[in-house]
């Protein structure tokens, strides 16, 4: 073991590593060179969904008939073509729900390109408890498997290596008569077989009997058999996975007829990326649950396997165009719900609370927007290109309403976002610290998130109507322009102590006549800049001013405060005067003359 390095001071922990071996200590691998590395994907593998077999089987709750159903139709929405539905023998509801789907098939309500798979064990009577649930369904891939590895073979079945191999052997062959007996309809039955534990099993002994199952069921090019290779216990690295499976694409006889399937789960956090590197490996098929569920750390996840290919440009050959809707079944159905943060799906998954992601993210939606509008193509058919969003949000019925939400941990740019997009109002850049600020100090004080809603009350108190009960706001206000050029201004001026002024000044314009009355009043407003904008589209949208300026007093004494003012008014005039007025209260305060 090479010496530890001088910059990192970890110091051993008390945990008993020494009793676990590692992979290369309970099964040779024997791959030396490897092409999977050099591999891309190019299509989807056929994904199996085994929610209702090997999911239900991992529930405190086992679904009923009513819940299967829900989700067996949710997967034929969805657009797929093989479903694990069941492990007849395992219960009465398992049985009979196979039984339903034989109904269904009768009445003409089963499309005609779905095939059901059952799961059994290599016991006889399993098997043909099997069998009875599937009469008169067509289409039906039965699954056999056994557990291969040695330490299952030695503390669970008590045999051999050959004694396994014999066993196996029987059920295939007990199989294949007993799918030769339901005459026509044995042509469209296929078969599959599990080597359990396959990841922890000596290489030599899967080929070995994966060769004489293959052999047994006759594989051909109408029949093909599926040999599907579980990592029932993740044990190693996901690239230890992929070589073992590199290893058996390489020489399974019949290989052209034989479909190599994977059954990864995620003991080690990996059951996504075995999968993947797996079918880079040479597997074309592929086990697992919606969201992930199953025993322990659960079956590798379809949606993120499937969606993952999305973003690299892969038709994933399934519908998750509504995410949402298949997410609330499959919570339904489980009752285990789906975390906030759980890829693609989970509630927050397109959200940023983070100010520097949020300015991305708003920049790269703006930039999107102006790319699809010059190739002259809908925003959800131009290249996606968003910083911190690897898909569109849109593509599986996401909104954009919660891509930014705002918290303590929020910069400008999200505050900023929010309000555009839910209020119209574009908050100019130099203004967005100020503002943020005020939002900083709010949800600093009450540690919640803020809503839309709530940043818009914040941004009204503030700007709009600060200092309700105590501001500075004129009366009688009233404008004229005597000759061209000239502009005056004449208005009642309120402090916050009640008290009135007549005050009146003369400018080139609406704005300079009504800093002049100000200043007649000892209030100097040196205006720095003015922006003004419309909040929507349309003759009769709200007219947003902003005016940046610096407002003395007469206790000032050339000091004052550099601030910002906002106006909002369906008149321009009007929002003018309310930014103005605003920029007085923000530097100002509550003070009297």
């Known amino acids: 073991m090479s010496a530890t390095p001088f910059w990192n001071p970890q110091q051993p922990s008390p945990m008993p590593s020494h009793r676990y071996r590692d992979v290369f200590q309970r099964v040779d691998v024997p791959l030396t060179t490897r092409i999977w590395p050099g591999n891309r994907f190019e299509r989807a593998p ?12 991992a529930l405190a709750e086992p679904m009923d008939t009513a819940r299967k ?47 059901i798979s059952v799961f059994t064990p290599a016991k006889p009577e ?23 590895a040695p330490a299952w073979r030695d503390l669970v079945l008590r045999g051999s290596r050959a004694e396994v191999r014999g066993l196996i052997e029987d059920a295939a062959e007990l199989v294949a008569k007993l799918a030769e007996q339901r005459g026509g309809e044995c042509g469209r039955m296929r078969f599959e077989f599990s080597p359990e534990v396959f990841n922890l099993t000596e290489p030599d002994y899967v080929l070995e009997v994966c060769d004489r199952v293959t052999e047994i069921w006759d594989a051909c090019a109408d029949r093909p058999v599926v040999h599907n290779l579980p990592a029932t216990v993740e044990v190693a690295t996901p690239n230890i996975y992929a070589d073992q499976i590199e290893y058996m694409s390489r020489h399974l006889a019949r290989r052209e007829h034989v479909i190599l399937s994977v059954h990864p789960h995620n003991d080690r956090g990996t059951g996504v ?8 490996a040479g597997a074309q098929r592929v086990e697992g649950c919606l969201f992930g569920n199953g025993e322990r750390t659960g079956n590798v996840d379809l949606v993120t396997l499937g969606l993952n290919l999305h973003a690299q440009g892969v038709d994933p050959m399934i519908d998750f165009s509504a995410v949402d809707a298949v997410k609330a079944v499959v919570e339904e159905c489980n009752r285990i719900p789906v975390h906030p943060r759980h890829p693609y799906g989970g509630e927050l998954v397109y959200t940023a609370f983070s100010g520097t992601h949020q300015d991305a993210i708003s920049k790269g939606l703006a930039h999107h927007a102006a790319r699809a509008a010059e190739l002259g193509v809908p925003e959800s058919q131009a290249p996606w290109d968003v910083p911190y969003l690897p898909i569109d949000p849109a593509d599986v019925g996401r909104g954009y309403e919660a891509v930014i939400r705002v918290n303590s941990q929020s910069g400008k740019g999200g505050m900023a976002y929010l309000l555009h997009t839910h209020y119209g109002v574009d908050l100019p850049r130099d203004f967005r610290p100020g503002f943020s600020k005020v939002v900083q100090r709010a949800t600093d004080d009450h540690g919640r998130e803020m809503e839309p809603k709530d940043l818009w009350e914040l941004f009204r108190r503030t700007y ?3 200092g309700e009960d105590g501001a500075w706001s004129l009366a009688e206000s009233s404008f004229a322009e005597p000759r061209p050029g000239e502009h005056r201004a004449s208005a009642v001026l309120a402090g916050p102590d009640g008290s009135g002024q007549r005050v009146a000044g003369s400018g080139n314009g609406p704005l300079s006549a009504l800093t002049a009355a100000l200043a007649e009043a000892g209030i100097r407003v040196d205006v720095q800049d003015y922006l003004q904008q419309a909040v929507a ?20 004494r050339g000091g004052g405060r550099d601030v910002w003012g906002v106006g909002l008014d369906t008149s321009v005039l009007t929002a003018t005067i309310r930014a103005v007025m605003s920029a007085v209260n923000q530097g100002l305060g509550a ?3």
């Open 537 to 556: 589209s349309g003759a009769d949208s709200a007219a947003a001013c902003y005016i940046r300026c610096r407002v003395e007093s007469g206790d000032d």
């Open 69 to 115: 159903t829900k989700m067996f139709d949710l997967f034929l929405r969805m657009g797929y073509k093989e479903i694990e539905v069941a492990y007849p023998s395992a219960s009465q509801t398992d049985f009979d729900f196979v039984r339903s789907l034989a109904r269904r098939r009768q009445a003409g309500a089963l499309p005609d390109d779905v095939t």
């Open 126 to 148: 399993l098997i043909e408890r099997t069998f009875e649930s599937v009469e008169g369904l067509p289409n039906v891939l039965v699954h056999l498997y056994t557990a291969t």
């Open 464 to 466: 709009l109507v600060p």
């Open 273 to 280: 990326a075995c999968a993947e590197l797996a079918v880079l």
């Open 591 to 593: 003070r009297t003359l």
């Open 46 to 57: 056929l994904w199996v969904p085994v929610d209702l077999r090997d999911g239900n089987q």
